[in-house]
């Protein structure tokens, strides 16, 4: 909204924004790290530039998510984010490996999801193994919950943790990649 009116913001769309005084003040000091991008589009973007490197999958699941974020489909949302977190996985472990039909035996086995991180991070080096194993943990609760039939108290608060932590997660594996991955075996 405008100042003083409704409607009178520099968007077409009825968006937009207005700052308090302290507001205005918090952004000239704010440092970089402390934004997260919040508007569907926004995050989107983001989200679809790791898809180059995480495929399809990623992208449909990190798009739907935020679809399901904006319509208040918390629990949705979390699945989504979750299976996007498998999605990072399972292209790190065929771009290690360098076989995607024995990742996917192996992941659509028993304990797929951890065999997997297992043979991605199994050998890593500890802060990688760490970063991979703590941020799939989370990520992983909310794609399994989802599957299970019981209803979940998920509200939106817990969805944006979960794409915060799919954020990082992304963020991570692509900035790691090449120390993830090394040379197919």
């Known amino acids: 909204p405008g100042v003083r009116v409704m409607g009178t913001q520099a968007v077409n769309d009825a ?34 530039g790791f898809s180059e490197r995480f495929g399809d999958g990623y992208l449909q699941r990190t798009q739907e998510a935020i679809r399901c974020r904006h319509s208040e489909a918390w629990l949705a ?73 019981q209803a979940a108290p998920v509200t939106g608060p817990e969805t944006e943790q979960a794409l915060r932590e799919l954020l990082s997660l992304s963020q991570f594996a692509f900035d790691y990649w090449d120390e993830i991955v090394g040379e197919a075996e």
């Open 77 to 149: 949302a979390c699945a989504m984010a979750g299976a996007a977190a498998e999605s990072i996985l399972l292209a790190l472990a065929v771009a290690k490996s360098g076989n995607e039909d024995a990742v996917l035996r192996s992941y659509m086995g028993r304990d797929g999801r951890k065999a997997v991180l297992n043979q991605v991070s199994g050998q890593a080096p500890r802060h990688i193994a760490q970063g991979l194993s703590t941020s799939m943990a989370l990520l992983s609760y909310w794609r399994d919950g989802a599957g299970h039939g």
């Open 15 to 48: 968006g937009g924004y207005s700052l308090t005084s302290h507001g205005a003040a918090w952004l000239q000091h704010a440092e970089e790290a402390q934004f997260l991008p919040l508007q569907p589009a926004s995050l989107a973007a983001v989200f679809a």
